[in-house]
Every structure is written in structure tokens, then in C-alpha cells.
């Protein structure tokens, strides 16, 4: 079954409120022939644009290959939330790879939010950075490790964007009768994601990138040079990079092991007044929850509350979209549990074993980074940046983040998912107790 089209309509975007409220770019052509280049990217969204743009900039000569349209992919889709430092906290990434290794971590998260911001100010990108993501904790006992994780971030890594909010201040700010406290980052912030890849797709043709659209990569003949194919065409190229993520399907089989499919979905009520906004979520912050299957809800700049939650492992989003997600805005909104909902769509994101990145340079000239597991808006975007680094001869951030173990799933493609989902029903059951 293939991913690109099992869920939606060849070249056309998903019924999203980011598709129906963009401001669309003319398709680009289909690849044919026989092209030449320094660089061929696989995929444009986030990490695929981005590693053209940047090394656009620095003067290679880069050809971007995509299945569908820019942007379609995950990279369109999402919730808009850009948060600092890792998918994993700070104190987790510790135990895993120590103190040193788990600043340099943080450092590239804190970095990656400073470039989706500086994105933003472009007259291409034509969306706002807003800040601020208040991280709510489902469960009473989890508000003192919240107030022990703001001192440790505070203390250890001198970071004074994120302060606790007490359950009271938490209830005010996120009109929630579910959460019990939780704490306010304002070095975090959100952004429309679709309005984000658009402009790095102009950002990126501006700067010499040429992109090709309806362009399905079918192999790629690893060597120096590595050659990719498409139906109609076959390019020429000194590196490949695969910015794919959840939409990798079999194309490479390595990575496809350890990077795994899971679909995720969002819904968008219809516009609200500014202050009925303010009621449900003041300050126009962001929020994502502390269950294991992540509530993530912000506004539009409309005023509809945009709404994400509910996974699914198969391949084939379930018929009623929208059904599925008022079930958790209902749990966490009462007050809304008979809101119009205007748009319900899917997406597929891929995760990995332990929710870090994986990154790798595989045979030399192919590197591969995928497996943002929810982080993407601002790791997928940096990852290109780090990506054109690496291409021109500085791999120092691609190696930190290259050196965290992201190991195979376990049973690979053909167990990986039943095996998942055994375990997200012990965590689902954890979240309930």
C-alpha cells in the first residue's frame, strides 16, 4: 500500500484549513530526462526545502524531487508547534547520552526554533511566529516533577524562558477542567506550517534550487555518483539526501527500520470571536498535554481553535475524522463538546524507538534524517540547514545529533506496527490511571 495515496488524492493537497486558506504556489513540472546536479534532495517539506535553500545559498546546484505538492506531506499538516531543545526532555537525554553530549542536544533545539523564527521575518514565508507553549500535566503527582524539571532547567542549562504555572494559573490560562498545572515556555511558539513550507519553497527557487512536483522517486543506484529515478527521469547527483520521514515507504530499507509510519489528526472548528478565543486559551499560546498520545491544540489567526490528537497505526485514516478527534477535545473542552467542526484531516509522521531524530550518512553521499516524532516544524526545518553544512564539509552539528542510537524497530516493517500498538495500549491505560 502506498502511503502518498492511499489516504489522499494524487496531486491534490488534503481537505486541511491550512490548504483551503493558503495562498498557493503555481505547480512545478514532473522530472524528466536525464538531469545533473550536486545535490538531489527526496521530498519538500520541511527538511527537504530547507536542505535546498541552504545549499542553494552556498552556490550548489540542487534538484528536489516530489511525489505529490510542496508541502503535502506532514510538513503541511501539523499542529504548528515549533519547541525548543528535543522530543525527549532534558534529564531523559541526560541518562541517555550524558551531560555533555545532552547540552549540545539542547543548544540545536534552541537553535532550531531561532531559525523557523528568522524564517518568519522573510517577505516569503507568509506566516507569523507566535510566541509561547504552555505544556499542561494530565495527572496531579506530575506537578511536582514539573516544578523540580523548570528549577533544573533554570539551574543546569540557564534557560529563563520557562517558568511552572500552578494549577490555578494553569486553569486560567487553558480553560481546562483536566489539567493540574503545568509550565509556560516563551522561547517556544507556533506558526501556520503549510504558509512555513510555501515560503521555504520560494526561498528556496529564489535561491537556484530547481523543484519538481508529481515526481515519485523509484530507486536510487547508490555509488559516487548516485544516480535517482523517477518514472520519467533519471538524475545524476554527488549526494542524495532523503528528507521523506513518515512517507519513506520502502524506499530505503535501513532507514525504513528504524524511521516508522504512524498517522495523527487534526481538526479546525469554525471561527470564534477574539474574545470567546480568549476563554479557551488566553495570550494565544499554544498547548500540548502529558499523555503518551499527545493533545496539541492552538488557535488560527481566524480564531478557530485547530485541535490535534488520536493516532492510528494501519495504513488507512478511519472514515470519520472528525468524530474521532471530538472525542479528546470534548475530554479536555466540555464547553465545546457541540462546536462546529469546519475541516478533519490525517497526516503520517514518522517516529523512531526512543522519539530522537535519526540521522545518518549512509555509503558516504546519501544522508538521511527523518524520525521527528512530533518535533518536526522546528527539527525538520534546522535539519536542512545541518544538512547543507554537512554536503560542505562541516558535520559537527550532523554528528551530535548523528551519534544518538536510534536503534530498529523491533520484528521490523512486518511487526513493528502490531507490536506498537500493544504498547500504546499499556501507555493509553497509563495515561488513565
Known sequence: MDLLTVNDKEGAYPPSYYADAATHLDRFPAASGDLDCDVCVVGAGFTGLSTAYHL??????????????????????????????????????????????????????????????DLCDKDEVRTTFAPGIVHTVHRKRDHAHNAAYVAHMQDKYGYDKIRLLAPDECRAIVNSPAYHGGTLDMGSGHVNPLELVLGLARLAVNAGARIFEGSKVTGIDEGDPAFVRTKDAKVKARYVVLGCNGYLGSLHKHVAARVMPINNFVVATKPMSAEAQENIIRNNYAVADSKFVVNYFRFSEDHRLLFGGTETYSYRFPSDIAGAVRKPLAEIFPQLKDVEIDHAWGGTLGITMNRMPHYERIGGNILTMSGFSGSGVALGTLSGQIAAEAISGQAERFDVMAKVPTHAFPGGPALRSPLLVLAMLWYSLRDKL
Open 56 to 117: 542553494a545559498q552556498r552556490g550548489y546546484n540542487v534538484v528536489v524531487l516530489e511525489a505529490q505538492r510542496v508541502g503535502f506531506g506532514a510538513s503541511g499538516r501539523n499542529g504548528g508547534q515549533v519547541s525548543t531543545g528535543q522530543r525527549r526532555d532534558q534529564e531523559d537525554l541526560e541518562a541517555m547520552v550524558g551531560d555533555t553530549h545532552a547540552h549540545d542536544l539542547w543548544d540545536i533545539g534552541c537553535q532550531a526554533v531561532d531559525l523557523v523564527r
